[in-house]
């Protein structure tokens, strides 16, 4: 079993930066495919940034240019930096971890964005 721990979420002004952490727990050995969703209000969950392969990273035309997805195997950790926020950016933001035959989702941190 893997569990899936985010930290970082907050409220910002527009312009703000925020950096979001996932901590995985548990036999992570095979999950290769390491990714942050978004659901905002009234909305459906969507992809904000993925690792699909070493070396590899596509971010949502959205948020290209503002936010930078990282990885530390070695630590069973994922991050996403997030700057230069805008109130569209306000969701609750998951993480995400799997492989073909695994899926797993951290619990969400709420990012607000506003004035």
């Known amino acids: 079993q893997v569990q899936l721990v985010e930290s970082g979420g907050g409220s910002v002004q527009p312009g703000g930066s925020l950096r979001l952490s996932c901590a995985a727990f548990?036999?992570?050995?095979?999950?290769?495919?390491m990714g942050w969703y978004r659901q905002g209000p009234g909305k459906q969950r969507e992809l904000v940034a993925h690792?699909?392969?070493?070396?590899?990273?596509n971010y949502a035309d959205s948020v290209k240019g503002r936010f930078i997805m990282s990885r530390d195997l070695a630590n069973g950790t994922i991050y996403l930096q997030m700057n230069d926020l805008k109130p569209a950016d306000t969701a609750v933001y998951y993480c995400?971890?799997?492989?073909?035959?695994?899926?797993?989702w951290g619990q969400g941190t709420q990012v607000t964005v506003a004035s």
């Open positions: 690792i699909p392969k070493p070396g590899i990273t």
């Open positions: 548990g036999t992570i050995f095979s999950l290769y495919v």
């Open positions: 995400n971890w799997r492989s073909t035959s695994r899926n797993y």
